[in-house]
Nanobody
Framework: QVQLVESGGGLVQPGGSLRLSCAAS????????MGWYRQAPGKQRELVAA???????NYADTVKGRFTISRDNAKNTVFLQMNSLKPEDTAVYYCNARIRSHWYGNYDDYWGQGTQVTVSS
């Protein structure tokens, strides 16, 4: 079994910063891409940022220049540094990872439980 555990969410004022972390554990042979998604009330889940094992990144247009995704492959962990936060960034943030549990297996998608980020004065 594989688990993704997120941390770092909370309440922050507009213009503030938060850093999210997500650690993968369990039966892991290799992790391919990792990413962060978010879902605001009444809206569909959307990609925020993603990073490949080699470090290539892509971002949603709405967060470019404000958010930075990074990962520590040795610790199976992905981070999301969020700066200049806006009220419209308020959402539940979910970690995602494509993980292969065995050398002979396929990659499967795994999700964290979600962490609430609220940007409000």
């Amino acid at each position: 079994q594989v688990q993704l555990v997120e941390s770092g969410g909370g309440l922050v004022q507009p213009g503030g910063s938060l850093r999210l972390s997500c650690a993968a554990s369990g039966s892991i042979f290799e992790i391919n891409a990792m990413g962060w998604y978010r879902q605001a009330p009444g809206k569909q889940r959307e990609l925020v940022a993603a990073i490949t094992r080699g470090g290539s990144t892509n971002y949603a247009d709405t967060v470019k220049g404000r958010f930075t995704i990074s990962r520590d492959n040795a610790k199976n962990t992905v981070f999301l540094q969020m700066n200049s936060l806006k009220p419209e960034d308020t959402a539940v943030y979910y970690c995602n990872a494509r993980i292969r549990s065995h050398w002979y297996g396929n990659y499967d998608d795994y999700w964290g439980q979600g962490t609430q980020v609220t940007v409000s004065s």
